[in-house]
């Protein structure tokens, strides 16, 4: 059993062990190389020695210290706000074409909700075969899947994959899983379409006004009298052009 502090010296804590004292003496030593480490580089610095971040940094008191505010040249600031128009109406392009892809396979009327869905006719040679007509041998598929506008198998697909045991509700389940992914991801491209061209016109704006020519703010209140910033718009003063 170790001893323990004696009563007189209580005040100062627990009794210092040998292990305490292997860890206190390791930190310690590993402070000092540091330090040793750090003098070293000092005595060897060539005082002529430069480097390009010493304009945008500084030393006080022995303490490095960067500045925070850069400030840019305008013509830095358009080149940069032209690179990121770029990019900006490239990722628009990718969402657009992937938007009109979505609605081509989800059968999507464009714009409007008023004109008629598509229909499917067909032209037989009698009324007789009108009233003796047959969806699922005329579309040679599961009856299932007569009612389905898009992917509707046929029957030489289904023993083609060899779809064993799968009934009529796990195809619509299957198939409505699929689609309800599509128009989720639908949802989100449209949206996100709709946030780059926000921030197309925001950056676009920026180049207008960093242009040259005279330049008025007509501002665009709300209903308490307060400025709307996202409403603003800018207007410039006619030039005739030679």
């Known amino acids: 059993k170790e001893r323990q502090q004696p009563e007189a010296r209580k005040k100062f804590g627990l009794l210092e062990k040998k292990k305490d004292y292997k860890l206190r003496a390791i930190d310690y030593h590993r402070k000092q190389d540091y330090l040793h480490k750090l003098r070293q580089k000092a005595s060897f610095r060539n005082p002529d020695e430069f480097y390009f971040q010493m304009h945008s940094s500084r030393t006080e008191g022995g303490v490095h210290i960067k500045n925070k505010t850069i400030r840019r040249k305008a013509k830095e600031i358009k080149e940069a ?5 770029g990019y900006l109406q490239m990722k628009r392009l990718q969402d657009k074409k992937r938007i009109e892809k979505l609605q081509a396979d989800l059968h999507m009327l464009s714009n409007t909700n008023t004109e008629a869905l598509n229909s ?6 009698s009324k007789e075969d009108v009233a003796n007509f047959d969806p ?3 579309f040679d ?6 009612g389905q506008v898009h992917n ?6 289904l023993e083609t994959h060899k779809i064993e045991g799968l009934t009529n509700e796990r195809i619509k389940t299957k198939l409505a899983k699929k689609r309800l992914k599509k128009y989720k991801e639908l949802s989100e491209r449209i ?5 780059l061209d926000e921030m197309v016109q ?13 330049k008025r703010k007509l501002i665009v209140r709300d209903e308490f009298g307060n400025e709307d910033k996202s409403k603003t718009r800018y207007k410039w003063a006619q030039q005739r052009k030679k």
């Open 81 to 85: 706000n032209t690179q990121d128009l």
């Open 120 to 125: 499917h006719t067909i032209f037989v040679q």
């Open 136 to 138: 699922v041998k005329h």
């Open 141 to 146: 598929t599961n009856p299932g899947l007569v």
């Open 152 to 157: 509707r198998l046929k029957t030489k697909d």
């Open 191 to 195: 949206d996100r379409k709709k946030k």
């Open 202 to 214: 925001k950056v676009q704006t920026q180049r207008n006004l960093m242009g040259k020519g005279r």
